[in-house]
């Protein structure tokens, strides 16, 4: 597959970045490097499963594992130092075949996030952009993440993980949302767009963006506790 082709772009890539952190460091308090191994940095859009108006920009370090597989760690926008919240795990259209109808459906797909420009590369030259995009665009994605930061809740990470999706077409996503994402970037969703036009996208397989065909899937935290010592022993902890 052409991941291999383009994990080659990739590293030399990285070396060229390498040799830019501090400048870029100027321009994006978060950079493009993230842990060891990661090749790629993608800023995209995800939304609360089950609530298509809790928009979140995401920060996606990837870390290319195989053809069929990457692994992403998602870090909150605009603040230093960034603050983890959340894990992407990318898979091609061949390891999606083989996933069961109800694992698919805690899968979006990458078709639209790619086509519409909503998923970028800030940095990337426009020509390696392309050949990672034209394999980002049948990937999958299954995302948790496990602090709402844009919710105020902006100390110490409150609740349980969350199930989120991408957006899948137009008037989804607040355009004012968009607006503000490329102006933190300096980018043109736009002309991202029309420059991914001639982009091949291969449909989506059934399964994937449940929530277009009404699921409402969201995770939470099952309490089977029937009976708990915990006052007392918080007594006796503190005596
Ligand atoms: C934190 O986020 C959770 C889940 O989004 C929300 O229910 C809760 O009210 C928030 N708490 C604070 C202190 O903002
Ligand atoms: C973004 O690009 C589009 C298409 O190239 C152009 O029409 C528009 O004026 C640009 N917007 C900004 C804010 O530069
Ligand atoms: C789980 O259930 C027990 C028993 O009802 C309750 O005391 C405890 O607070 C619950 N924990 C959470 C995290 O909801
Ligand atoms: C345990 O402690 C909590 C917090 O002080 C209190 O609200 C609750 O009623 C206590 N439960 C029992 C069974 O004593
Ligand atoms: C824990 O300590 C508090 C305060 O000393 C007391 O009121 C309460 O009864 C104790 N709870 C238990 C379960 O022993």
């Known amino acids: ?116 420009g909503f998923l970028i590369e800030p940095g990337m030259p426009s020509s390696v952009d392309y050949a990672i995009m034209e394999v980002l665009v049948g990937t999958y994605g299954k995302t948790v993440h496990t602090w709402r930061y844009d919710q105020g809740n902006n100390s110490i990470p409150i609740g349980v993980p969350e199930l989120v999706m991408g957006y899948t077409g137009e008037s989804q996503i607040t355009p004012d949302f968009v607006k503000e994402r490329d102006e933190l970037f300096g980018v043109n969703t736009t002309a991202i767009r029309e420059s991914r036009k001639n982009l091949v996208a291969p449909p989506v397989i059934e399964g994937a963006d449940s929530w277009k065909y009404g699921y409402v899937l969201t995770y939470g935290l099952v309490n089977t506790t029937t009976d708990t010592a915990f006052n007392q022993s918080m007594n006796a902890t503190a005596t």
Not at 36 to 61: C, K, Q, R, V, Y
């Open 1 to 116: 597959m052409a991941t291999a082709i383009i994990r080659a772009w990739i590293l030399s890539m990285i070396l060229q970045i390498t040799t830019l952190t501090s400048l870029t460091a100027a321009v994006l308090p978060f950079g493009h490097l993230g842990p060891e191994n990661t090749a790629i940095f993608l800023n995209g859009f995800h939304f609360l499963s089950g609530d298509t108006t809790a928009e979140i920009s995401a920060n996606h370090w990837c870390a290319i594992l195989s053809d069929d597989f990457l692994q992403c760690v998602v870090y909150n926008t605009a603040t230093t130092p960034s603050r983890l919240v959340g894990i992407e795990y990318i898979i091609s259209p061949k390891a999606f075949e083989c996933l069961d109808f109800e694992e698919r459906q805690l899968w979006h797909s990458h078709q639209y996030e790619v086509t519409s």
